[in-house]
């Protein structure tokens, strides 16, 4: 079981807004910024938030984090259908001395 | 553009070795910017942070791990390994390779496609 906990799945509708969260502790969340990946199965995982809240160049405003406490989210709006693919958290655990992942949220396009 | 190809046997028996070798193509592996990390996938599961080497070979390891899990360097090939020893079928995983920034982003910015290995007799 990750020590980061995500929901399993997510859906939307096309142009909806949609939210995934990821929980924590103190370890790690609380005192570490928390990163979000995209990944469609065969390829290679993609940044999608550093920071908590930045954005890589090349991704698309649609996407914002956001950090309170022991929890973070990510916010996906306008939700297209290329957006269906599976999101993990990260972040630095200073328990751990490692890095973290959380399960992953299988987010469908309805 | 960087890229990071994973390579290594996709089938490997029980109790014996794994290993794996990341190459990177694009940009330096010797840069002081960057460390260089395994990470692996169980199917149907989540990612789990394997370990990640420093250029000069400083590395720190998934305590889980830590016993089993050798990560090396060799910069004159642009290539970093992975060996995970006494291997068992929970070892099955899509493994990548992936480089950390710790400037810009202070993550992984950047990973390889992932292997497939399998650990059956």
């Known amino acids: 079981q990750s020590v980061l906990t995500q929901p399993p799945s997510a859906s939307g509708t096309p142009g909806q807004r949609v939210t995934i969260s990821c929980s924590g502790s103190?370890?790690?969340?609380?005192?570490?910024?928390v990163n979000w990946y995209q990944h469609l199965p065969g390829t290679a995982p993609k940044l999608l938030i550093y920071?908590?809240?930045q954005r890589p160049s090349g991704v698309p405003d649609r996407f914002s984090g956001s950090k309170s406490g022991t929890s973070a989210s990510l916010a996906i709006s306008g939700l297209q259908s290329e957006d269906e693919a599976d999101y993990y958290c990260?972040?630095?655990?200073?328990?751990?001395?490692?890095?973290?992942f959380g399960g992953g949220t299988k987010l469908t396009v309805l | 553009q960087l890229q990071l190809q994973e390579s290594g046997p996709g089938l490997v028996k029980p109790s014996e070795t794994l290993s794996l070798t990341c190459t990177v193509s694009g940009g330096s592996i010797s840069s002081s910017s960057y460390y260089w990390a395994w990470i692996r996938q169980p199917p149907g599961k989540g990612l789990e942070w394997i370990g990640s080497i420093y250029y000069s070979g400083s590395t720190y390891y998934n305590p889980s791990l830590k016993s089993r899990v050798t990560i090396s360097v060799d910069t004159s090939k642009k290539q970093f390994s992975l060996k995970l020893s006494s291997v068992t079928a929970a070892d099955t995983a899509v493994y990548y390779c992936?480089?950390?920034?710790?400037?810009?982003?202070?993550?992984?910015?950047?990973w390889g496609q992932g292997t497939l290995v399998t650990v059956s007799s």
């Open positions: 103190s370890s790690n969340i609380g005192t570490n910024i």
């Open positions: 990260s972040a630095w655990d200073d328990s751990l001395n490692g890095w973290l």
């Open positions: 920071s908590n809240n």
């Open positions: 992936a480089r950390r920034d710790m400037v810009a982003t202070n993550t992984f910015d950047y």
